[in-house]
C-alpha cells in the first residue's frame, strides 16, 4: 500500500486542499443560481426543459434568453476560465513544497478576490470593480506559474 | 529519483485514476461529436471552415446555429461544469486517503450518473430524468468536498 | 511533516509541470486577448463595462458582438475543452510512472500542436491547419488516457 496517508501531514497540501475546495465549491454553486433563474423566470434552452415548465401550456414561449439567467451564465464561464487555472497550477506549485507563508498568500488572495469578482458581477457593481477583482486573482496564478517555472523547468 | 512508482499501489489512487479518466474521455467526445453534426450537417461558426466545406459554393449560409449542433455543446459545457470539479475535488479527495469503499461509491455514483445524463441530453429524455442525473453528479462531487473540508481544513 | 520535497527529484513530474503550466498559461492570454478586443473595438457584454467605457455617450450601442471578440472566445473555449483534459489526464498519467522518453513525446506533441493550434485560429489559416493541430492535440491525450486505462485500471 502506498505511503497517500502521510501526503496530508503536509501543510500546505492541506492549505491547497482546503482553497482548492471553497473556489470550486463557489464556482459548483453558479450551476444552482442558473436552475433557480432559469425556473423561477421560467427561460430555457431545450424543449423538454420548456415543456416540464409550461405544463400543458405553450412551451415554446418559454424558450428564450433572459439577462439574469446570461449575467450568471457570464459568471460561470469566468469562472470556469479562472479557477480551473489556479486549480491546476496550485496543485503543481504546491508539489514544488514553497515556503507555506508564500503558498498561503497565493490561495488567500485568490481565494479572495474571486469571491468579491462573483459579488461584484452579480449585484452587479460599477466598473472597475470586477475587472480589479479580476486582474487580482489573475496575477496570483501568474506568480504561481512563474514560481513553478523558475523552480522545475524541465523542457 | 523520487518514489512516484509507489503511489499508484494505492487501490484508491488506481480507482481515482480509472473513473476520473473515463468521464474525462466521455466529456472529449463530445468534441467529436459537434464535428461530427457541424460537417454531416454543414453547419460552422467560422467563416474558414464554412469555405472548406462549401467547396466553391456559398460558404456564408454554412455560417449559422443548428440545434442538433447546439444540443450537444450545451451537453458539453455541462460535463465542463461538472466533470472538471469532480476530477479536481476528487483528487484531493482522494489525497486525503480515504476509505476504499466510499471512494468507490462516491467515484461510480458519479461516472454512472454522468455516462446517464448524458444519454438524457442526447436522445432526449422527457425531463425530470437529465435533472435527476445532474443532481446525483452534483451531489457525490459536493459529498467529497464536504469530507475534505471535515478532514483537512486549513485557512 | 510529510515528504512533498522530494517529488519534484522525479523527472517526468517535472517535465508535466513544465508544460502543463505552459499550456496553462497559454489559455489564461486568451482572458487578456478578449478584454484588449472588447476594450480596443468598444463590444461588451455587460452593461456596466459599456458604461464604464461610453463615458457618458450612449452605452447600449456597446452591447453588441464582434467577430474578432468572438473568435478569441471559440479559442478560448476550445482550449478549455483540450487543455483541461490534458492537464488532467496527464497528470494521472504521471503519477502512473511512465517512461521519461514516452512522458516528454507526449507533452511536446499535445503542446506544440496546440500552440500552432492557437496560430492557426487567430490569424486565421485555412482549414485544414486548425483542424489538423486540434485533432494530434486530441490523440495526444487520448494516447495517456489508454495507457492510465491499460496500467491501472481498477473499477
Redesign the interface.
Known amino acids: 500500500?502506498?505511503?497517500?496517508?502521510?501526503?496530508?501531514?503536509?501543510?500546505?497540501?492541506?492549505?491547497?486542499?482546503?482553497y482548492?475546495?471553497?473556489v470550486?465549491?463557489k464556482?459548483?454553486l453558479?450551476?444552482v443560481a442558473t436552475a433557480y433563474f432559469r425556473i423561477t423566470k421560467k427561460v430555457f434552452?431545450?424543449p423538454?426543459?420548456a415543456?416540464?415548465a409550461a405544463k400543458g401550456g405553450d412551451a415554446r414561449k418559454l424558450l428564450k434568453t433572459d439577462e439574469d439567467v446570461?449575467?450568471v451564465r457570464?459568471c460561470?464561464l469566468n469562472d470556469?476560465?479562472?479557477v480551473?487555472?489556479f486549480?491546476?497550477?496550485g496543485?503543481?506549485y504546491?508539489?514544488?513544497?514553497p515556503d507555506l507563508a508564500s503558498a498561503l498568500l497565493h490561495f488567500r488572495i485568490f481565494t479572495g478576490s474571486r469571491l468579491l469578482h462573483t459579488v461584484a458581477y452579480l449585484l452587479?457593481?460599477?466598473?472597475?470593480s470586477?475587472g480589479l477583482m479580476w486582474i487580482i486573482g489573475?496575477f496570483a496564478?501568474?506568480s504561481m506559474?512563474v514560481s513553478?517555472?523558475r523552480?522545475?523547468?524541465?523542457?
Not at 452587479?124 to 472597475?128: I, S
Open positions: 500500500m502506498a505511503n497517500l496517508s502521510s501526503l496530508m501531514d503536509s501543510e500546505v497540501l492541506r492549505a491547497y486542499a482546503t482548492a475546495t471553497i470550486l465549491l464556482m459548483m453558479m450551476s434552452a431545450n423538454e426543459d415543456r416540464a446570461e449575467r457570464r460561470h470556469i476560465e479562472n480551473v487555472p486549480v491546476a497550477i496543485l503543481i504546491t508539489l514544488t513544497n452587479p457593481l460599477p466598473q472597475p470586477r489573475y496564478t501568474i506559474a513553478i517555472l523552480g522545475v523547468l524541465y523542457l
